[in-house]
């Protein structure tokens, strides 16, 4: 048992920094990196920088949820597990509510990378309105 904790625990974790690696050169883009290049750049700009924008905010939601998801899975191998008089009821609604929790906190991410898009893209509007 101890070598299968110790092999879930690196899965976990290179999953987690793969992710991280993965996500790194989108979150690092500036807003006002995506100002010049919507309006320094190209003609045409504004639709790649608001692409950009919604790219970034979508590896922003990614990210929080990739991070809760190792959390949750570190503090879920580390619990001490729970007896139960009847396995096939107690599975199941263990099942049910972790899904349930996970729906519940990807709207909540959803709802926050859609504010963030929308936010991003109003400031990309508001610079292209000064620049006319």
Excluded: C, H
């Excluded at 807003?31 to 309006?39: E, N, P, R, V």
């Amino acid at each position: 048992m101890v070598l299968a904790t110790i092999i879930d625990v690196f899965a976990a974790t290179v999953g987690l920094i793969s992710g991280v690696f993965f996500s790194m050169g989108v979150l690092t883009v500036k807003d006002s990196t995506l100002q010049k290049i919507a309006f320094q750049m190209w003609d045409k700009g504004f639709v790649i920088a608001t692409e950009l924008a919604q790219q970034k905010a979508q590896f922003m939601a990614g990210a929080v949820l990739l991070a809760a998801s190792f959390l949750a899975q570190m503090v879920g191998k580390f619990l001490p597990p729970a007896s139960a008089t009847n396995f096939l009821n107690s599975k199941l609604i263990e099942a049910a509510i972790g899904v349930g929790m996970a729906i519940v906190f990807g709207l909540m991410t959803y709802l926050g990378y859609r504010l963030y898009r929308a936010k991003l893209v109003r400031t990309l509007l508001a610079k292209a309105e000064t620049k006319a």
